[in-house]
């Protein structure tokens, strides 16, 4: 393997440094550049009164060993928890009351989240014809489709709402979720799929995402990219904002701006890991048309609030993850999270913390139309009414992200093969992040895994 191939990687979140580690614990030359003082992009954590919040990702599930892998090799195995088993549950709003999620199927048959009439509609589904061609299918058609449209409205528009901030009549099914469609193309059915599908997954020592456990930190989520960066040292460099890439001869000029001074750096490979708007500024010069694809890429606003009670002042039971609100129940947030049930760390003993979502593509227009303040007591009153709290919180904080999370729409897959073609076109310049490959956490990781292995073999066959 040629270790002298240079390599940079723009952007210094969970996709950019699991790759960059893996290339430098390799012995290659690979150096981050990252625009902000903080590293970990989207993963942000705060510790104020007490309150410890994750202002990005929350949590990420245990779906690929690389995951723990790499925490324990950075030194994070003390700081790595588990959820706490109480969070297992889920609720579901309907009608104002929450109502669990069933989870096995005598509670599917008792549950009151779902009609009869649905659940009878549900026993059709093995039955139910493949679609045609799922990267031109939502999310929506699909399960209509195939589990009725009370199964769409009341388990998988909050449940796309909770994932991707998005809605289900506008995200590709196979783009969005490739596993879910998988099961109909692969083996005729989810239901059938579902439990022929898990003995392959033993195989490849893959967990699949809704069996595999729920993962933090300590310190919170941002302390995984952060501890990464301080293994790698100075090859991480912060306040590095890329203003260009030029093609010369073979490689690559890279232009950032550093404390005012602009500073170029050259290099054999160069991977883009930011978001996709901000990656077609830097690029589009190349090619036209690749801008075009990056900057229609739809992210949402979403706003993240967090709210700290009194333990006393809350008198529902937090036996649970937290809940989902459905597109039907007319709230003006998401859905929220029982922040210090899944990892009571995040709390004092006698406080309690909860992290509420608002906006998403539901509500794409809120922000631009309604202050702020109004958006933000608006949803602490339903939230309020909703968990029976009589008193006022006494912590509150929010972060609000203008582009959140990318939406794998419907026709995604025209984008995905022109990042391919543009690839193979400009040798050495790739395009990554949370745009390709997933959203999650875990499939960030995975798919920097992946990434290494590309690299790595294009190296060594040069």
Same mark, same amino acid.
């Given at each position: 393997?040629?270790?002298?191939?240079?390599?940079?990687?723009?952007?210094?979140?969970?996709?950019?440094?699991?790759?960059?580690?893996?290339?430098?614990? #390799?012995?290659?030359?690979?150096?981050?550049?990252?625009?902000?003082?903080?590293?970990?992009?989207?993963?942000?954590?705060?510790? !104020?009164?007490?309150?410890?919040?994750?202002?990005?990702?929350?949590?990420?599930?245990?779906?690929?060993? =690389?995951?723990?892998?790499?925490?324990?090799?950075?030194?994070?195995?003390?700081?790595?928890?588990h959820a706490n088993a109480k969070?297992?549950?889920?609720?579901?709003?309907?009608?104002?009351?929450?109502? %669990?999620?069933?989870?096995?199927?005598?509670?599917? $048959?008792?549950?009151?989240?779902?009609?009869?009439?649905?659940?009878?509609?549900?026993?059709? !589904?093995?039955?139910?014809? /493949?679609?045609?061609?799922?990267?031109?299918?939502?999310?929506?058609?699909?399960? /209509?489709?195939?589990?009725?449209? +009370?199964?769409?409205?009341?388990?998988?528009?909050?449940? *796309?709402?909770?994932?991707?901030?998005?809605?289900?009549?506008? =995200?590709?099914?196979?783009?969005?979720?490739?596993?879910?469609? !998988?099961?109909? +193309?692969?083996?005729?059915?989810?239901?059938?799929?579902?439990?022929r599908s898990i003995r392959e997954?033993?195989?490849?020592?893959?967990? #699949?995402?809704?069996?595999?456990?729920?993962?933090?930190?300590?310190?919170?989520?941002?302390?995984?990219?952060?501890?990464? %960066?301080?293994?790698?040292?100075? /090859?991480?460099?912060?306040?590095?904002? *890329?203003?260009?890439?030029?093609?010369?001869?073979?490689?690559? /000029?890279?232009?950032?701006? @550093?404390?005012?001074?602009?500073?170029?750096?050259?290099?054999?490979?160069?991977?883009?890991?930011?978001?996709?708007?901000?990656?077609?500024?830097?690029?589009?010069?190349?090619?036209?048309?690749?801008?075009?694809?990056?900057?229609?890429?739809? &992210?949402?606003?979403?706003?993240?609030? &967090?709210?700290? &009670?009194?333990?006393?002042?809350?008198?529902?039971? =937090?036996?649970?993850?937290?809940?989902?609100?459905?597109?039907?129940?007319?709230?003006?947030?998401?859905?929220?999270?029982?922040?210090?049930?899944?990892?009571? @760390?995040?709390?004092?003993? @006698?406080?309690?913390?909860?992290?509420?979502?608002?906006?998403?593509?539901?509500?794409?227009?809120?922000?631009?139309?309604?202050?702020?303040?109004?958006? $933000?007591?608006?949803?602490?009153?339903?939230?309020?009414?909703?968990?029976?709290?009589?008193?006022?919180?006494?912590?509150?904080?929010?972060?609000?992200?203008?582009?959140?999370?990318?939406?794998?729409?419907?026709?995604?897959?025209e984008h995905e093969r022109y990042?391919?073609?543009?690839?193979?076109?400009?040798?050495?310049?790739?395009?990554?992040?949370?745009?390709?490959?997933?959203?999650?956490?875990?499939?960030?990781?995975?798919?920097?895994?992946?990434?290494?292995?590309?690299?790595?073999?294009?190296?060594? @066959? %040069?």
């Amino acid at each position: 393997m040629n270790s002298k191939k240079k390599i940079v990687i723009i952007g210094g979140g969970i996709s950019g440094l699991t790759t960059a580690y893996q290339l430098f614990k #390799a012995g290659l030359d690979v150096t981050v550049l990252e625009k902000n003082k903080e590293i970990g992009g989207s993963m942000e954590t705060i510790s !104020e009164n007490g309150f410890l919040f994750d202002r990005g990702a929350n949590s990420g599930l245990e779906t690929v060993p =690389l995951i723990r892998k790499i925490a324990d090799e950075v030194g994070l195995k003390d700081e790595f928890i588990h959820a706490n088993a109480k969070a297992n549950k889920r609720y579901i709003l309907r009608n104002n009351k929450l109502h %669990a999620l069933p989870m096995s199927p005598l509670e599917f $048959i008792k549950t009151k989240l779902f009609s009869t009439k649905a659940k009878f509609r549900l026993l059709a !589904e093995p039955f139910i014809g /493949r679609s045609k061609d799922g990267y031109y299918q939502s999310i929506g058609q699909f399960v /209509r489709r195939r589990l009725g449209s +009370e199964f769409l409205d009341y388990a998988i528009n909050p449940f *796309v709402s909770g994932v991707y901030a998005g809605d289900p009549d506008e =995200l590709s099914v196979r783009s969005s979720f490739p596993k879910l469609y !998988e099961l109909e +193309e692969k083996y005729g059915g989810l239901i059938v799929g579902t439990i022929r599908s898990i003995r392959e997954r033993k195989k490849r020592k893959e967990i #699949a995402k809704q069996s595999a456990k729920m993962f933090s930190f300590k310190s919170g989520m941002q302390i995984y990219p952060q501890t990464i %960066a301080k293994v790698m040292d100075e /090859r991480v460099i912060t306040f590095a904002d *890329v203003t260009k890439i030029e093609k010369q001869d073979s490689m690559y /000029r890279i232009s950032y701006d @550093n404390a005012g001074h602009t500073k170029h750096i050259d290099a054999d490979i160069v991977i883009s890991t930011i978001p996709a708007y901000a990656c077609a500024n830097l690029i589009r010069h190349f090619d036209s048309e690749v801008g075009l694809h990056l900057d229609s890429i739809f &992210y949402p606003p979403v706003m993240v609030l &967090y709210l700290g &009670y009194k333990k006393e002042d809350v008198k529902r039971n =937090l036996d649970g993850f937290g809940f989902l609100i459905p597109e039907k129940e007319e709230k003006s947030f998401l859905g929220a999270i029982w922040s210090s049930t899944i990892f009571p @760390n995040r709390s004092k003993e @006698n406080e309690v913390a909860f992290t509420l979502f608002v906006g998403g593509s539901r509500n794409k227009e809120m922000f631009s139309k309604v202050d702020k303040e109004i958006i $933000i007591n608006n949803a602490i009153d339903e939230f309020e009414k909703i968990m029976g709290i009589n008193e006022k919180h006494i912590y509150k904080s929010y972060r609000y992200w203008s582009k959140a999370i990318p939406q794998y729409t419907i026709g995604y897959v025209e984008h995905e093969r022109y990042f391919d073609k543009f690839e193979k076109k400009f040798p050495g310049l790739i395009l990554s992040g949370n745009y390709r490959g997933g959203i999650s956490v875990g499939d960030c990781i995975k798919n920097s895994e992946l990434m290494y292995e590309k690299i790595v073999s294009t190296i060594g @066959n %040069a």
